[in-house]
């Protein structure tokens, strides 16, 4: 049996569509899947299950991507082929049956939208899946003894981006309530994000330099050694959460009700105001602070040092 799945360029969404991988791969344990997606999401797939081909998906004009991921599909026969992108593409294969998402923007959480196409309610959980060389490159990276605090200070638009100064002021607070703590700070590959992570790098000398040079599956497993997230809006948010890292997302004028980390220890915080058009500076630190203590607890690496430092 092939699955054909068609999911995001955007590395977020495709975090979300991997608890319908994960369905379908219980679903259909013979099955192998080729899934198409876009650059910076394929790495999310690479050790995955039954996984025969990940086909690239690069944006082109006139949307030929579209024509070159037909041609890419179209000596296959699939017996099942998922379209989350709402394309025509699946249309023009042949294919026994096809689960093709609507495209445009709607109201509601992402989540629940992609469990309609499979008609999921509720829908499944993101899940993340590493290999034995991404944990113990992560198990160096990060080694016993220490508690991890993962921080993620950027994001890929600034409007989403709580300022440098209130991350460090976070860390500090943590800090001071739980000594043991080191943070780890997390962000995408190119020059713009480093120069984002670099003042809280600057002013956090004892934290880990995770940015940049990871791959995905490395990252996940990176955050899986964290007792906590703290982190914008973003794909490494909901990485984050997939793993079931305890999960904070802070929120601006992006759209918590959409996008919302999404996991088994998760919850966003918003910035006072509108939603969609809220100032992501006028999220104070103090609730940030809060927030991040009541899910942190959570993790059982926590225990000794809250009754230690807390």
């Known amino acids: 049996m092939r699955i054909l799945f068609i999911t995001s360029t955007r590395l977020g969404d495709a975090v979300l569509s991997t608890g319908l991988l994960d369905v379908l791969l219980a679903r259909y344990p013979q099955a192998r899947f080729t899934i198409a997606c876009g650059p910076v999401a394929a790495g999310l797939f690479e050790a995955m299950p039954r996984r025969e081909r990940t086909i690239v998906v690069t944006k082109r004009k006139y949307d030929l991507h579209w024509l070159?991921?037909?041609?890419?599909?179209?000596?296959?026969?699939?017996?099942?082929?998922?379209?989350?992108?709402?394309?025509?593409?699946t249309l023009f294969l042949a294919a026994r049956r096809r689960a093709i998402m609507r495209g445009g923007r709607r109201q509601g959480a992402r989540i629940a939208h992609l469990g309609q196409v499979l008609r999921l309610s509720p829908p499944p959980?993101?899940?993340?899946?590493?290999?034995?060389?991404?944990?113990?490159?992560?198990?160096a990276m990060l080694p016993d003894g220490p508690?991890?605090?993962?921080?993620?200070?950027?994001?890929?638009?600034?409007?989403?981006?709580?300022?440098a100064d209130h991350f460090i002021a976070l860390a500090r607070a943590l800090q001071d309530r739980w000594p043991?703590?080191?943070?780890?700070?997390?962000?995408?590959?190119?020059?713009?994000?480093?120069?984002?992570?670099?003042?809280?790098?600057?002013?956090?000398?004892?934290?880990?330099?995770?940015?940049?040079g990871l791959t995905l599956a490395q990252v996940a497993a990176v955050l899986g050694r964290c007792a906590g997230f703290v982190g914008n809006d973003s794909g490494l948010m909901h990485l984050s959460a997939a793993v079931e890292t305890p999960t904070l997302g802070l929120f601006?004028?992006?759209?918590?009700?959409e996008y919302g980390p999404v996991g088994r220890c998760a919850r966003g915080i918003a910035a006072p105001g509108p939603e969609g058009s809220a100032p992501i500076a006028g999220l104070a630190v103090a609730p940030v602070v809060e927030a991040a203590i009541g899910l942190m607890e959570r993790a059982p690496v926590m225990a000794d040092l809250t009754g230690a430092g807390g």
């Open 252 to 257: 601006g004028p992006s759209r918590m009700s």
């Open 147 to 163: 508690v991890w605090l993962a921080l993620a200070p950027t994001a890929n638009w600034a409007g989403k981006v709580w300022p």
């Open 180 to 212: 043991g703590l080191r943070p780890v700070i997390l962000y995408g590959p190119g020059e713009t994000e480093r120069r984002m992570a670099a003042p809280v790098l600057a002013a956090l000398p004892d934290a880990v330099d995770a940015g940049g």
């Open 68 to 89: 070159a991921l037909w041609r890419a599909c179209v000596g296959t026969r699939w017996d099942l082929c998922v379209d989350l992108r709402g394309s025509a593409v």
């Open 125 to 139: 959980l993101p899940v993340m899946w590493t290999g034995a060389g991404d944990r113990a490159r992560a198990a």
